[in-house]
């Protein structure tokens, strides 16, 4: 496969072994695949789903080498969403 999604990263917690092969996943991807990720967890708290600040560190730098990070501040669409079927 050409294309990698990771949708609601560190939504569901891991236990160790499962961080583990999720680390190879993104491992054997880098450089070979594009990979899509969303999450709603800044970089610092990645720890929570790896559990190892080194495994968390190399991660990281594989996923931000050569990509393009967007950045959405702000309340969520389903939010907004939710809030507008409220009043309408």
Known sequence: FDLLIC???GYVPLDREAAQLLFQ????????????LTTN??????VS???DEQMTAAI???LV???YL???DGPSNRMRDS??????
């Open 7 to 9: 949708d609601e990263w």
């Open 65 to 67: 080498h050569h990509s």
């Open 83 to 88: 809030l507008m079927r409220q009043d309408g």
């Open 60 to 62: 990281i730098d594989r």
């Open 70 to 72: 967007l950045l959405y």
């Open 25 to 36: 996943v993104i491992s054997d991807s880098y450089e070979r695949r594009n990979v899509v």
């Open 49 to 51: 789903i790896f559990y």
């Open 41 to 46: 967890l800044e970089f610092s708290r990645w």
